[in-house]
């Protein structure tokens, strides 16, 4: 029998839930049934709004696909003014202030505090500058991700930008492809550093070679979410660009088929690709829905990696200044848990535009990148302000930070993440000596078990819960270390489980110390962790109290909004007046 969701989508989903939506915000927030919030709330996020947590009733998170984080300076600067002017909530954040853009680990753009009046006027705004909301969220192609700097990256094996585009045209609001199973990430990465992250993805292509040709070869069913991941199984297929969207669609149509619609726990492709096996979704794929003999896999350039690989040599993250194939420089900037001032985003267009750049790049480390920058104005662009708050050469604790929505929006997550981790950081940094030579070091925070910060692939991992401290309900996490992609990606092995949340700072420096003591010369943080077995890493450093102090330690999932001064749930002033 299908789910509750699917029982909704068979009633109204797809490109139609847009004159719904609009009807909704003409008529007002009040105008949708009580009884029928969830359902609605489901079908809006295939335009992008996601309903926000309880205490905040009527506003809404909004997410802007950007294919591989691509963006002009005039979009980026849309994108700002639309923040400024229709992403500001009814009380400040302490570190970010009143509107701001959230960079997402998925090279999409998120803005908070949106309210439904607003919409048509914001999608009107967005459209006219060739961004849009379509399929950024629900069961559908979302955002597809890779390497911004495409076409421009000297380290690349293939230009993939055309092939991305090709599958964005191709997929976004196609009704054969609307209304699948689950959500479908696809990834598309054509040069040497890995970064389209193939292996977490539901649908990766990675750069190879077979017979003298340049081309991709297909991974399947990748994914991190609910305590189970999966690394993208390889299916045996090479891809061309001249066939890799009609590989690509008829993975999509074989997941819209034979995907689970009666379990959406059990909905994604990384579990029928653990029921099938790979060569049996091969010959499926094959036998009824591509028409052409589908060659084997070629040569991967797998050793080359460097997105994220753990290496001690190469980080490969864009952060710094690197070449463009045409001599000019593309300069990436670290942006602290990915979020930025939307004032400061304004201030970036502007920059990029007056110097000359033709494009901006967002990352899956939600970073930002500058493109374009020629030789002889590099210095002018380096010494600009606004790069003392957006450093392209951050201390590691600052470059390697990420951290998801969590509390203050997310109604999954479960702790504070976003303010958390940038107090994390700025403590590591001012307290920490990293061991001589890592200048690599990446801790990811995320809120819960839905894992939007990747907390699987980083040296330390990082994963809300609860425990009791002193007899009192704290916030506290899961601790995992060793994750990672590259030439031998692993998941973290989760070996501290919920230590409280001041406490983490202490073990992280705990940790640290004990690296340094016993690594070998050379040794990477990951392959000093890869050689020692559970049972060793299990204590390997003890949490401790430390000069940190936490000021969300209590339970921000019972506040309407963790930073406000009053912020018991009665205090909440949801559901806004339709003239907010």
């Not at 295939?46 to 984080?69: A, D, V």
Request: charged share 30%; aromatic share 10%.
């Amino acid at each position: 029998m299908p789910s509750k969701v699917e029982g909704w989508k068979d009633e109204v989903y797809g490109e139609e839930i847009r004159d719904h939506l609009f009807r909704f915000a003409e008529e007002g927030w009040d105008a949708i049934p009580d009884d029928e919030h969830d359902a609605w709330f489901e079908r809006f996020k295939w335009w992008g709004l996601y309903h926000q947590r309880k205490g905040q009733e009527s506003y809404f998170m909004m997410r802007i696909g950007t294919p591989n984080g691509r963006l002009t300076p005039e979009q980026l600067r849309v994108v700002g003014e639309i923040a400024n002017e229709y992403a500001t909530g009814p009380v400040d954040n302490p570190e970010f202030g009143d509107a701001y853009c959230d960079w997402t680990t998925r090279q999409s753009i998120q803005l908070h505090w949106i309210q439904l009046q607003d919409v048509p006027d914001i999608f009107e705004k967005l459209e006219a500058h060739d961004l849009s909301t379509i399929q950024a969220c629900g069961d559908s192609w979302r955002n597809i991700v890779g390497s911004p700097m495409a076409g421009r990256d000297a380290d690349e094996h293939i230009d993939a930008w055309p092939v991305i585009e090709d599958l964005h045209d191709t997929f976004k609001g196609n009704e054969d492809h609307a209304n699948l199973p689950r959500k479908w990430k696809v990834a598309v990465t054509g040069d040497t550093r890995g970064s389209g992250q193939a292996e977490i993805n539901d649908l990766g292509f990675e750069p190879a070679t077979k017979d003298g040709r340049k081309g991709f070869n297909v991974k399947v069913g990748g994914g991190l979410s609910r305590k189970e991941p999966r690394f993208a199984r390889d299916i045996d297929v090479f891809v061309t660009p001249e066939t890799i969207t009609d590989v690509a669609g008829g993975i999509s149509a074989l997941f819209r088929d034979h995907g689970d619609r009666e379990d959406r726990f059990n909905a994604r492709i990384k579990f029928l690709v653990d029921e099938w096996g790979t060569e049996k979704l091969r010959r499926v794929l094959q036998e009824e829905y591509v028409d052409f003999e589908l060659p084997t896999a070629g040569e991967d350039l797998r050793e080359q990696y460097t997105y994220n690989a753990g290496r001690a040599d190469e980080t490969g993250d864009y952060v710094g200044v690197h070449e463009q194939v045409d001599g000019q420089n593309f300069v990436g900037l670290s942006v602290l848990v990915g979020r930025m001032g939307a004032d400061d985003v304004i201030e970036l267009a502007d920059l990029a535009e007056e110097y000359g750049s033709e494009l901006v790049g967002l990352t899956q480390r939600q970073n930002v990148i500058v493109a374009d920058i020629a030789d002889e104005d590099l210095d002018d662009f380096l010494a600009e302000d606004l790069l003392d708050d957006y450093s392209p050469d951050p201390h590691p604790f600052m470059r390697g930070s990420i951290a998801c929505t969590g509390t203050e929006y997310c109604s999954l997550s479960i702790v504070e993440t976003k303010n958390r981790m940038v107090r994390y950081a700025r403590w590591l940094k001012d307290n920490v000596e990293l061991p001589s030579g890592v200048s690599d070091f990446h801790i990811h925070l995320s809120g819960c078990t839905a894992s939007c910060a990747q907390p699987q692939i980083a040296d330390i991992s990082l994963r809300g819960m609860k425990t009791r401290k002193d007899g009192e309900p704290v916030e506290a996490f899961d601790i995992g270390l060793g994750g990672g992609l590259g030439e031998n990606p692993q998941f973290a092995d989760w070996v501290e489980m919920r230590v409280a949340a001041d406490e983490v700072p202490g073990y992280v420096e705990n940790l640290l110390a004990v690296y340094e003591e016993e690594r070998k010369e050379g040794e990477s943080f990951r392959d000093y962790i890869e050689r020692h077995d559970e049972e060793e890493l299990n204590g390997l450093a003890e949490p401790e109290e430390t000069s940190y102090e936490d000021p969300y330690l209590g339970n921000t999932k019972m506040t309407w909004y963790p930073y406000a001064e009053e912020s018991d749930m009665d205090a909440s002033p949801a559901p806004a007046a339709a003239d907010d």
